[in-house]
């Protein structure tokens, strides 16, 4: 049976909507899947709304363009919930039933009681994620805050593996494949600042990726058959 999953991302500028959309496609693609990815903002700077629909499909894939019905729809900052900082709201608009609601969150968010019964009714599967927790505590920094949740939700739909996204992410911070805006780029050039060489940064953005994508298997979240995955020798060691 074919998996198939529309993706719709929403957070603020300079989290890394964008290159965490493109991550996610790539690695889909490099798993042997097949994926779209259409991005959408206004002004580029920070805390202005950011949204991004990505479809990605065991099976051939022929839309493209914004996402108004997701299975999931991913949050990278709260305030996209409490402030309305999304070009969709409610936040959870068009979200088809059973489907997955991903928050960047240390817990449980209180949301309004007329969106908490709208949830409930569509049985929504709300998925609080500390994303950036995670991202201060690996990468010792925040910018990492996207790859934990690419790899949560990587685990999630089951449509790529860790080699994949491991992949992508060197795609993307060696400059392979991936066209940027100007707002991206300088993002990537303020990551890349934090680290004295790229193949750190390379590391500890993956070793993010990877702790998301467990967090996802240890809670239940992941697909059936997506195991645990556990950092190669080397990079254990150099962690230790």
Sequence with gaps: MAKRFNIRMAGVGGQG?????????????????????????????????????????????????EITFPHIIIIFHPQVITHGKSY??????????????????????????????ELKERRAKLYYFPATKISLEVAGMDLATN??????????????????????VKD????????????????D??????????????????AVMRT???YAVEHGWAAPDVKRVEAPAAAAAASA
């Excluded at 959870?92 to 007329?114: C, S, T």
């Excluded at 934990?148 to 593996?161: E, H, P, Q, R």
């Excluded at 790229?198 to 993956?206: A, F, R, S, Y």
Aim: proline letters at 4%.
């Design 17 to 65: 909507v964008v290159t965490g959309s493109h991550i996610l496609s790539t690695a889909v693609i490099n798993a042997g899947g097949e994926s779209t990815i259409v991005p959408f903002y206004g002004s580029e700077k920070r805390m202005a709304p950011v949204e991004s629909y990505v479809r990605v499909s065991d099976e051939p894939i022929y839309e493209i363009g």
């Design 172 to 187: 993307r911070f060696l400059g392979k494949g991936f066209v940027v805006s100007g707002g991206t780029a300088a993002l």
């Design 212 to 214: 998301g994508w467990n």
């Design 189 to 206: 050039s303020v990551v890349e600042r934090k680290f004295k060489k790229k193949q750190e940064l390379i590391d500890k953005n993956v």
């Design 147 to 168: 790859m934990a949740l690419m790899g949560c939700i990587g685990a999630i739909t089951g449509l790529t593996n860790m080699a994949g996204l491991e992949q992508a």
């Design 88 to 117: 969709t709201m409610p936040f959870y608009f068009g979200l088809k039933e059973d489907g997955v609601a991903l928050i960047n969150n240390d817990g449980p968010m209180n949301l309004h009681r007329d969106q908490a019964a």
